[in-house]
């Protein structure tokens, strides 16, 4: 499974740095693969966010581009998604998502289909 943290409440123009890492997978190395970051509010369905592939390429959603910076550790097998500029708005639940396959991303904003593994979830609330 996919376990985030780092969520939590911060103010308007704060910022959080969320991670995710990867147990219970046999032999799979999640930032072997196509890894993304997504969040979900209520009523509405996951919105991705980004993207980063084995090699490290990124790609971000317009609506956080430029605010939030996608990476991973590959020696801790970890991911995580720094999040600056804060607003209202970004308040979410945000997921981290791998696929179980493939190395390369779509080159696309991430959507849900590209994944199979996901994580429970972290509550990020700004005020």
């Known amino acids: 499974q996919l376990v985030e943290s780092g969520g939590g409440s911060v103010q308007t123009g704060g910022s959080l740095r969320l991670s995710c890492t990867a147990s219970?997978?046999?032999?799979?190395?999640?930032?072997?693969?196509?890894l993304g970051w997504f969040r979900q509010t209520p009523g509405k369905g996951r919105q991705g966010l980004a993207s980063?592939?084995?090699?490290?390429?990124?790609v971000y959603a317009p609506s956080v581009k430029g605010r939030f910076t996608i990476s991973k550790d590959n020696a801790r097998d970890t991911l995580y998604l720094q999040m600056d500029s804060l607003k209202p708005d970004d308040s979410a639940i945000y997921y981290c998502?791998?696929?179980?396959?493939?190395?390369?991303?779509?080159?696309?904003?991430?959507?849900?289909?590209?994944?199979?593994?996901w994580g429970q979830g972290t509550q990020v609330t700004v005020s």
């Open positions: 998502a791998a696929d179980s396959v493939y190395d390369f991303c779509s080159g696309f904003v991430p959507t849900e289909g590209d994944f199979q593994y």
């Open positions: 980063i592939d084995a090699d490290g390429t990124t």
């Open positions: 219970g997978y046999t032999g799979y190395y999640a930032t072997r693969h196509c």
